[in-house]
């Protein structure tokens, strides 16, 4: 019974000692002896890892030692390399002072000639980047970033040639900016093909190509041609250069190129009439279209009063009555009536002459009524096109003068529209006006003639 008591705290035992063991046993125990040997066997190889982790440790430990003092030596050798090579530096600098003394004292003047001479290349070299001289020479720069960086160095000086040519390419560039030159290049065209072909050079202002301007850019030194062309008349006289072989050619130049070409530029942008009426928008597409039906309307009408003027003329040398124009009819009228008495007579005539009077007058008052509200859609597409305007500063802010001056001048175009199509309505509506009131006195008089004469003979 004991020895069962015992058996059994053992195996509890073991069994408490297995559930801390991470190890698991391969092979099951097939009794209390065996489970007791594998318990023991366990406890030996934990022991025997313990060791090699703790001299593994142990010695891990004198290398961290030996690596401690191996960087401890290193820094100490560093610190005196360090303060070596601050001493030779000091050194080092007070000859480098002492040399560049030696150097300005034997320089003498020529400092003085090398800072001109560092101006003078550094504005030359401005110039060449935006003469259109370096389209037919290019690689005129490059020399002198070289001489400006010899100049500005404290160890290399410029040669005798290197300020000779500078000198050379200033009186280069003054003499090549007064000549009219021919040669051949490639130009990019707008759809962006390259294409070599002749170009014109008319001085340091102008390039021409195939009847049309050029535009120099700066970098890569290339010539575009311009998307947008002056003139006619301009693209002529750049053909008639091109064709040219001696003698003098009539061409427009502009005298800004020099600087950039922005005369060129601001021409060739300036918006066409079309854009300018395009700018107009729905607003001057209704003032243009008022304006043609009033021009169309005024010649009708001037057209018709005319062949009734010329049909009244000749029924003013005729004594029979016709009764194809107004004043036959008039005519006809008094015919019919001759026997009665002068006031019946009178408000016969007056009746005849206002049934004639509005196929006279026809369409006059359509015209002046046009020469009124042809203004005032003018006024009303401007303040809207000023509203517009003014809620786009409102939103993007006034920092582009101008794109808001682009704004108000293009609000300012129906005004225009407006004024342009009342004017000539004005006078139109007064020449028409003139012919009807013209034919209408001619039927008065001849109303009153023919009633005096039908009194005198009562």
Not at 313 to 336: I, M
Not at 400 to 416: C, F, N, Q, R, W
Request: hydrophobic share 40%; glycine share 8%.
């Amino acid at each position: 019974m004991k020895m069962t008591f015992v058996k059994r705290a053992a195996v509890i035992a073991a069994a408490g000692l297995l559930s801390v063991n991470v190890a698991v046993a391969e092979e099951k125990a097939q009794s209390l002896d065996q489970l007791l040997q594998m318990v023991k066997s366990s406890k030996i190889a934990e022991s025997k890892d313990h060791k090699q982790r703790e001299a593994e440790f142990r010695r891990q430990k004198a290398n961290q030692q030996s690596m401690l003092k191996q960087a401890e030596k290193t820094k100490a050798e560093e610190e005196a390399r360090s303060a070596r090579l601050e001493k030779k530096y000091e050194q080092q600098e007070l000859d480098v002072n002492a040399k560049r003394q030696q150097l300005q004292e034997r320089l003498g003047s020529l400092t003085e000639l090398f800072g001109h001479l560092t101006s003078t290349a550094g504005d030359l070299r401005t110039n060449l980047s935006t003469s259109i001289v370096s389209a037919q020479l290019p690689g005129r720069a490059e020399f002198l970033d070289e001489l400006i960086e010899k100049m500005n160095s404290a160890t290399q000086l410029p040669t005798i040639e290197e300020i000779e040519r500078l000198w050379y390419e200033i009186q280069r560039e003054t003499i090549e900016g007064s000549k009219v030159v021919k040669f051949t290049g490639t130009v990019i065209k707008p759809n962006g093909e390259q294409a070599e072909q002749e170009v014109v050079r008319i001085g340091n202002f102008n390039l021409v190509s195939d009847g049309k301007y050029l535009e120099f850019v700066e970098k890569g030194e290339k010539m575009s041609e311009l998307t947008r062309q002056p003139e006619g008349a301009y693209l002529s006289a750049a053909a008639d250069l091109a064709a040219a072989t001696s003698g003098f050619t009539r061409v427009g130049i502009d005298p800004t190129g020099p600087s950039g070409g922005s005369y060129l530029s601001a021409l060739i942008n300036s918006p066409s009439l079309e854009e300018r009426w395009h700018q107009g928008g729905l607003v001057g597409y209704i003032i243009s279209a008022v304006g043609v039906f009033a021009v169309l309307l005024a010649i009708y009408r001037a057209v018709v009063l005319a062949g009734v003027s010329s049909k009244v003329s000749a029924q003013l040398k005729s004594a029979t009555p016709n009764t194809n124009n107004p004043l036959g009819r008039v005519l006809k009228v008094a015919e019919d009536n001759k026997g009665l008495d002068g006031e019946t007579l009178e408000l016969k005539l007056e009746e005849a002459v206002l049934k004639e009077r509005p196929a006279i007058e026809s369409g006059l008052n359509l015209l002046k009524i046009i020469s009124m509200v042809a203004p005032l859609l003018g006024l009303l597409g401007t303040v809207t096109g000023m509203i517009i305007t003014f809620q786009a500063i409102t939103i993007f802010g006034a920092g582009d003068p101008k794109a808001m001056a682009g704004g108000i001048s293009g609000a300012l175009v129906t005004t225009v529209l407006g004024l342009v199509v009342a004017i000539p309505t004005v006078l139109l509506h007064t020449l028409v006006n003139g012919r009807a009131k013209r034919v209408l006195h001619v039927l008065e008089e001849q109303s009153a003639g023919i009633i005096a004469e039908n009194a005198e003979k009562k």
